[in-house]
């Protein structure tokens, strides 16, 4: 059996009381308290780099000449993150592990060096209640960036509910287009028998500049019949649903295919076969005092020898620190200074193409305002980045 895939028999007690804990739940994830054992080394901020993992395939929409080609890869590189995204953890670790909630300012820094050339990524806490992380991820040679942010409401039904709030925008220098992303939601499987997994739920969309929508159904492994983690998407000219161009299906954590409106394959993807890039981070002594690896390394040694004292104990350490730091600020009438993001009155962009989508909404009060990637900012914090 793989290593976290069931509760141990020293954990069943914990587990138990867990899962009463979360009977009544509704809120934010990070107010969880969760038995030992399904702690994860990882920060959420971390999470960000699961949108780039296969640079080749995020730049390949800035190669195509043909509008309906490039948002169809585009839709093709949306998919291909989701398994990186919501699998990647279950199939590492075994079950999927409950991150370390980040502290306000925590930073995610690193870069991916492959045949796409180089591609940055910057990750940053820019809000702590709520908790809501903003990134930005380019790529100068191809003239590909992407930036958004994300928060996650929780509540409990049969399992956990997760509505994650927030979008995410893909900008293409050459064409000067964008592509608006919503974000799905997901429900937590596998709760009773200790071996959590991720599935999504509902819809997500892509609504491109250039006049086209993609609408992703997402559908999990029913008690009768179904297969997990499936998915059907479509792609037709913006509001008019039923002249579809292209029609993706399959699983979005094994394989799919991409077929034209005369139902022949155009394209195709295997998770399986496809490189991941290694992010490559700076040495923990090299990275700043604000960045996840290094501010969270004596918590992480801690989970992986088992020492949940010490695990306690140094959590607490961070916690406490950063209770400090808002109170001094507040005192102080002192706002903290995020890195590489701004608080912005609103997104024209996302104003732009949001229509597109049925019920969409900004929801700016639950991400504790509109959060875009400062240029300027990023250069004064690193004036090696090719922006």
Known sequence: MAEGSAVPTASKGSWGSFLKSIASFNGDLSSLTAPAFILSTTSLTEFSAYWAEMPSVLVAPASEKDKQKRCMLVLKWFLSTLKQQYTSRNEKLGSEKKPLNPFLGELFLGKWVDQAGTTELVSEQVSHHPPVTAYSIWNKQHGVRLQGYNAQKASFGRTINVKQIGHAVLHIDEYDEDYLITLPAL???????????????????????????????????????????????????????????????????????????????????????????????????????????????????????????????????????????????????????????????????????????????????????????????????NPAYDL
């Open 187 to 381: 429900h937590i499987e596998g709760l009773i028998t200790g071996s959590p997994y991720v599935e999504l739920e509902k819809s997500t969309h892509i609504v491109s500049s250039t006049g086209y929508t993609c609408k992703v159904d997402y559908s999990g492994k029913g008690w009768v019949s179904g297969k997990k983690n499936s998915f059907t998407a479509t792609m037709y000219p913006n509001g008019r649903e039923k002249d579809v161009i292209y029609i993706a299906e399959g699983q979005w954590s094994d394989n799919f295919v991409i077929k034209d409106s005369h139902k022949k394959v155009v394209d195709s993807y295997d998770a399986r076969k496809m490189q991941k890039t290694t992010l490559t981070v700076a040495p923990i002594e090299q990275q700043d005092p604000l960045e996840s690896r290094r501010a969270w390394s004596k918590v992480a040694e801690a989970i992986t020898r088992g020492d949940m004292d010490t695990t306690s104990a140094e959590k607490s350490l961070i916690e406490n620190q950063q209770r400090e730091l808002r109170k001094r600020e507040k005192e102080g009438g002192a706002e903290w200074q995020r890195r590489f993001f701004t608080r912005v009155p609103n997104s024209p962009r996302f104003d732009a193409m949001i229509h597109q989508v049925p019920g969409g909404s900004l929801e700016a009060d639950k991400t504790n305002g509109v959060w875009e990637f400062d240029a300027a900012r990023a250069k004064a914090a």
